[in-house]
């Protein structure tokens, strides 16, 4: 069952955050929260909606 749409859209600014604030890359973010694939593959898009650069 995938993630509720609350949760990704938590995530999703929570990796944005530690993205501003210099850390890694966004992907290497995102897999350091042990996501299984098909969340993070909802953050990750949520994430290209919300900073397409």
Known sequence: MPMPD??????TNACITRY?????????????????SADAELVLMEIAVKRPE
């Open 20 to 36: 501003d604030k210099g850390e890694r890359g966004i992907a290497d973010i995102v897999d350091s929260y042990g996501l299984p």
């Open 6 to 11: 609350y949760k990704v859209r938590v995530m």
